[in-house]
Nanobody
Framework: QVQLVDSGGGLVQAGGSLRLSCAASGRTFTNYHMGWFRQAPGKEREFVASITYAGGYTYYADSVKGRFTISRDNAKNTVYLEMNSLKPEDTAVYYC????????????????????WGQGTQVTVSS
């Protein structure tokens, strides 16, 4: 299995930017599609963005499209989430996740497709 460690969260003012990182270890990184999810207090964990194992396809939730960018560096076994124009409603714990490369692309917006999860990193956006 693959181990995931999220980092990069913090406190930022509305309109600001953050970059989250997720370092993977344990298995071949290119065997996995990668995703980011978030969970706000009292809410379900929701899809944010995902990227296929070779980086050829990316997917975004409508709420972050045009503001967030997911990318991966397979040489560094790391996936990133660049977050710009942050809003207070982006406040949540952000989790990276991995899905086997055999997972169908059209499933990569669903929580159930992802088998391995990071510990989460808190993002707080003040108004």
């Amino acid at each position: 299995q693959v181990q995931l460690v999220d980092s990069g969260g913090g406190l930022v003012q509305a309109g600001g930017s953050l970059r989250l990182s997720c370092a993977a270890s344990g298995r071949t990184f290119t065997n996995y599609h990668m995703g980011w999810f978030r969970q706000a207090p009292g809410k379900e964990r929701e899809f944010v963005a995902s990227i296929t194992y070779a980086g050829g396809y990316t997917y975004y939730a409508d709420s972050v499209k045009g503001r967030f960018t997911i990318s991966r560096d397979n040489a560094k076994n790391t996936v990133y989430l660049e977050m710009n124009s942050l809003k207070p409603e982006d406040t949540a714990v952000y989790y990276c996740a991995a899905a086997p490369w055999t997972t169908a692309r059209d499933a990569l917006t669903t929580r159930g497709a992802f088998r391995f999860w990071g510990q989460g990193t808190q993002v707080t956006v003040s108004s």
